[in-house]
């Protein structure tokens, strides 16, 4: 689904009434996430773990290995890079995975921060995400 609009739409045509507004809110809740696909278009997508649960080493493996390009780190921040679109996936990925040295995550478009702990040696941290990542 490209968006919001065109899935109220979809709906109707199924004699289903919705709102926007309520198809944000269901999104919201079901942890949808949009992902840029080949061609620049953007998807709605579900992930496979809900929300609230933690994500299983081999998922967040997965996830930064087909995602991650590159990182780096200064101070308490490493810095991760993605192809254009994906950086909020490997955020979502890492906030899920509770990782205890993991404060939380910022992302743009193709890169994200990953803050440390304070008191987290962060060249040990970018490590484990490297080796997460397979780089």
Do not use: C
Request: glycine share 10%; aromatic share 2%.
């Amino acid at each position: 689904m490209t968006n919001q609009v065109r899935l109220v739409e979809l709906l109707e045509a199924h004699g289903i009434t919705a709102t926007q507004a309520t198809v944000s809110r269901d999104l919201d809740d079901l942890g949808a996430i949009k992902v840029r696909v080949a061609g620049g278009d953007t998807l709605y997508a579900i992930p496979e773990l809900p929300m609230d649960r933690f994500a299983p080493e081999d998922h967040l493996r997965r996830v930064m290995g087909e995602w991650v390009a590159d990182l780096g780190h200064s101070g308490n921040i490493v810095v991760l890079h993605t192809p254009p679109g994906s950086a909020h996936v490997v955020a979502s990925a890492l906030d899920r995975a509770g990782i205890p040295d993991v404060l939380g995550t910022v992302a743009g478009d193709d890169t994200l921060m990953v803050v440390a702990v304070e008191g987290t040696p962060v060249s040990d941290l970018a490590q484990r995400l490297s080796d997460l990542a397979g780089l």
